[in-house]
């Protein structure tokens, strides 16, 4: 068990505030940190400043995340490449987040999700072989046919070597309930997205999540806003959840990313 943070959170405020990248990570360890979850193109776009890094603070990496376009290209095999980047750096976990429907191939959505069926079970079946968890999550984006409990469980069904990187934020877009679905998706969780959900904006500037209902939903530090974080917590806990939590913050105004990671890491030091 153990507390990481989206790198792409961090790098953005870093960036915005012109800070340093190695305090800033010192910091974080001090709070609580101990690893960091980031992308593929994150990793090669900074890989000469954060390999050494990762060595000398001694951080590990959580678990990586990618874009693909299965909906469209099924039988593509640039999932190989990923997930041995991920096994080479030592993530048990892999998210892949397996396409969209465009608005003007809505008539075809039946043909696409099968398309992005296809190619996270070839994904799973390979991450399985290397021996690195091939996962999905709740995508807070309205196009993709797994942005609710239902639309992600038929990925989940038709996939037995798939696994649920919960994101507790994500279920807000048609307002389930997280509880519910994590009790559905228990047994399938290999990691947690700690995204707290707020209906104002904490922050000005924050960039708001549009529901299908055309609600919106502000991002928010983990502990502060209207998801059951400490509920998720505890069943977790009481389930014998081993693995990471993992702060979130995606649409936080880059100016107040180093204040709402920070106050993230706090909360959940205090409560995992």
């Not at 940190?33 to 890094?53: H, V």
Request: proline fraction near 5%.
């Amino acid at each position: 068990m153990g507390i990481a943070v989206f790198y792409e959170n961090i790098a953005e405020g870093v960036q915005y505030c012109q800070g340093d990248m190695a305090g800033t990570l010192k910091k974080l360890k001090t709070m609580g940190m101990d690893r960091i979850y980031l992308s593929d193109r994150s990793f090669y776009q900074d890989q000469d400043l954060l390999e050494p890094l990762l060595k000398e603070l001694d951080l590990g990496v959580e678990g990586m995340f990618t874009f693909a376009d299965f909906a469209h290209d099924p039988h593509s095999q640039d999932y190989k490449k990923f997930i041995d980047l991920a096994k080479s750096l030592g993530a048990g976990n892999v998210l892949i987040i397996p396409g969209v429907i465009p608005t003007e191939e809505t008539g075809d959505s039946q043909r696409l999700t099968q398309n992005m069926i296809c190619g996270m079970g070839k994904a799973a079946r390979y991450g399985k072989e290397q021996g690195v968890k091939v996962s999905m999550e709740d995508f807070d984006g309205l196009a993709a046919p797994f942005c609710s409990i239902r639309g992600l469980k038929q990925f989940m069904d038709a996939i037995p070597e798939l696994f649920c990187s919960f994101d507790t934020g994500n279920f807000i877009m048609y307002h389930e309930n997280e509880l519910e679905a994590l009790e559905l998706f228990k047994d399938r969780i290999c990691t947690v997205h700690m995204k707290d959900r707020s209906r104002t904006p904490v922050y000005p500037g924050d960039r708001p999540k549009i529901c299908g209902d055309g609600a919106k939903e502000y991002p928010c530090p983990v502990g502060y806003g209207t998801i059951a974080m400490e509920e998720i917590i505890r069943r977790l806990k009481s389930w014998g959840y081993e693995g990471s939590y993992i702060v979130e913050l995606m649409d936080c105004t880059p100016k107040y990313l180093p204040e709402a990671i920070e106050k993230s890491v706090r909360w959940l030091k205090a409560h995992i």
